[in-house]
């Protein structure tokens, strides 16, 4: 037998929400995402940041190993278009690691072979180093032909409370990070 549904529960089987609900819970997600913004900016230009630190590093590591291994003299250089060393101390557009056979005038030439091409790096304002370097020189020993270096990794959209790398490359070849 059906009944009637109820005056003090009509509907009582329906199911949703209200409007005012629904504006509330909005209105709610859009202030939380608001306060949360500022923070997630910060954590992807320091994931950006790292993570061109890390390339750099990492092709710096082997210039190094590839001229031990080789016993012949790598050079790793800023290079926009991965094919020639660019004339810029700003290593941000990419760079290029080869063997340098001929004149050692650490600027590839015909015939070099090329070791490994980083492109540009997504996200960051500036890649320099404190010496305005813009070729460095890995000898057979793997010691450093110029001596030592830091880079400092700067992100894009950097305010005053952002953190750069600094990224030091010493005499022996070898790399350490720090924050600052």
Excluded at 70 to 88: I, K, N, P, Q
Excluded at 150 to 162: D, H, K, L
């Amino acid at each position: 037998m059906n009944t009637l549904p109820s005056p003090l529960m009509p509907y009582a089987r329906q199911h949703g929400f209200t409007l005012v609900e629904l504006v509330v819970t909005i209105a709610l997600v859009a202030i939380v995402s608001t306060l949360a913004f500022p923070t997630f900016s910060e954590t992807l230009r320091q994931w950006r940041r790292d993570s061109a630190t890390r390339a750099l590093s990492s092709s710096l590591q082997l210039a190094r190993t590839e001229a031990i291994k080789s016993s012949r003299r790598l050079v790793v250089c800023s290079s926009s278009d991965g094919e020639t060393c660019a004339d810029s101390s700003d290593w941000k557009d990419g760079w290029i690691v080869f063997v340098d056979d001929g004149a050692t005038d650490l600027a590839y030439d015909d015939g070099e072979r090329i070791i490994s091409v980083s492109e540009a790096q997504g996200g960051i304002a500036s890649l320099t180093n404190d010496d305005d370097v813009t070729a460095l020189q890995f000898m057979p020993n793997g010691l450093m032909a110029a001596g030592a270096t830091t880079f400092t990794v700067t992100p894009s959209g950097a305010t005053s409370a952002t953190k750069v790398n600094k990224l030091e490359l010493n005499t022996v070849g070898r790399t350490s990070v720090t924050v600052e």
